[in-house]
C-alpha cells in the first residue's frame, strides 16, 4: 500500500543569532565561521521556549497547508536529540496542545536522523493508522549553553522545527522506496547527556557522513533503477555546507541539485531536513524525483526516495 507525503511545515525563532556575534562569544571572526561551515546566520528560542512550542508551531503550520485539522491524525511522531532528560517526551505535550486525547504520539530520541527515521515509520505505519504527522524538532542553542562554548560545536547549531504529513491518500509526492542504518561503533564520535559538553569528533563525523549519505542514497535509487542524475532535488540533513558539497560531488551531481538553507539556520539536527523541504516545497518545485537523507549521531543514517504524484 502507497504513502504519500502531502504538505510540510515548518517554525524558527524570531531571534536570529549572527556570525558576528557568535563570533565575539567563541574567540572567532565571522569570515572565519562562515569559511568552516557555510553559516551566516541562525536562529534561537528564548529561554521559557520549549522543544514541545517548537514542534506545536510546525505542526500548526503544516496541518494548515495540508488543509486538515488535527483531528484527522492517526498518530504523531515527535523526533529530538535536544528534548529535555525524562518523561514523558514532547510528543505528548504535543498531541496535548493540539487538543487530542486519544491519539497516540511517539517520541524519536534521535539527533540530526530522526526526522527522517519518523518518515519512514510513518510510511509504514499509515496504513493502519491514517493520517501521520512527523515532526522534527530542537532547541540546540540549549545544548551548547549548557556547558563552557566549543568553537568547533557552538557555532554550528541553530533552533527550529520542521514537520511533514504522511498517508495513505493520494497526495503530492508517492513515497517510492526507504533505507535506513545504524553503526553503533562511532556512537562515541558525537555524544551529549546534558551531563557534560556536547563531546565531537569531527573528523570521523565528517568522514563518515560525506560516505554514508552517498551511499544510502545511491543504494535507495539503485533499487529503483534510478541514477543520482534523475533526481530533481536532494533534500538532506542540513549539517553545514561543506558536507553538502561533498556529497554532491560524491553522487556526481550539480551542487545546485543539493537544497541549502544552513546559511541562514545553521545547523538544527533532526529539524533541519523538514525545514528545507518546508521551504522547497513552497518554491514551486520542479517534478521528478526527490531524495530525503540524513546522517546523525549513533551513527544513524539513510535514505527515502519519492516522485511527485
Not at 125 to 153: Q, R
Not at 162 to 185: F, K, N, T, Y
Not at 288 to 309: C, E, K, M, Q, Y
Amino acid at each position: 500500500m502507497p504513502a504519500f507525503l502531502h504538505a510540510f511545515g515548518m517554525h524558527v525563532p524570531k531571534r536570529v543569532v549572527t556570525n558576528q556575534e557568535m563570533a565575539v562569544r567563541v574567540g572567532r571572526t565571522a569570515e572565519w565561521i562562515e569559511s568552516a561551515s557555510g553559516i551566516r546566520e541562525r536562529r534561537w528560542a528564548a529561554v521559557e521556549t520549549s522543544v514541545a512550542d517548537l514542534a506545536l508551531a510546525a505542526a500548526h503550520d503544516c496541518l494548515a497547508r495540508a488543509g486538515i485539522g488535527a483531528s484527522a491524525l492517526g498518530l504523531i511522531i515527535v523526533a529530538s536529540g535536544s528534548a529535555r532528560p525524562g518523561f514523558p517526551g514532547p510528543a505528548a505535550e504535543v498531541a496535548a496542545q493540539l487538543g487530542l486525547e486519544s491519539t497516540p504520539a511517539l517520541d524519536v530520541p534521535m539527533a540530526s536522523a530522526g526526522s527522517l527515521f519518523g518518515m519512514v515509520m510513518a510510511a509504514r505505519m499509515a496504513g493502519h493508522f491514517g493520517d501521520v504527522l512527523v515532526i522534527g524538532a530542537e532547541k540546540m542553542s540549549a545544548v551548547i549553553e549548557s556547558g563552557p562554548l566549543d568553537p568547533n560545536t557552538a557555532i554550528l547549531f541553530g533552533d527550529g522545527a520542521g514537520a511533514a504529513l504522511v498517508s495513505i491518500r493520494p497526495g503530492r509526492w508517492e513515497i517510492l522506496d526507504a533505507v535506513l542504518h545504524s553503526d553503533g561503533q562511532y556512537r562515541d564520535a558525537l555524544v551529549f547527556d546534558w551531563s557534560a559538553p556536547l563531546r565531537m569528533n569531527g573528523l570521523t563525523v565528517i568522514l563518515q557522513a560525506s560516505r554514508k549519505l552517498p551511499s544510502a542514497i545511491e543504494e535507495v535509487l539503485a533499487r529503483q533503477s534510478l541514477a543520482a542524475g534523475d533526481v530533481a532535488e536532494f533534500l538532506l540533513h542540513q549539517a553545514n555546507q561543506n558536507l553538502l558539497v561533498r556529497v554532491a560531488k560524491s553522487l556526481r551531481v550539480p551542487a545546485k541539485r543539493v537544497f541549502s538553507n544552513v546559511a541562514s539556520y545553521g545547523n538544527t539536527s533532526s529539524a533541519s531536513m523538514l525545514i528545507a523541504a518546508s521551504e522547497w516545497s513552497q518554491a514551486n518545485p520542479p517534478a521528478g524525483p526527490v531524495v530525503f537523507s540524513a546522517f546523525g549521531a549513533g551513527f544513524h543514517w539513510g535514505a527515502l526516495l519519492a516522485r511527485s504524484a
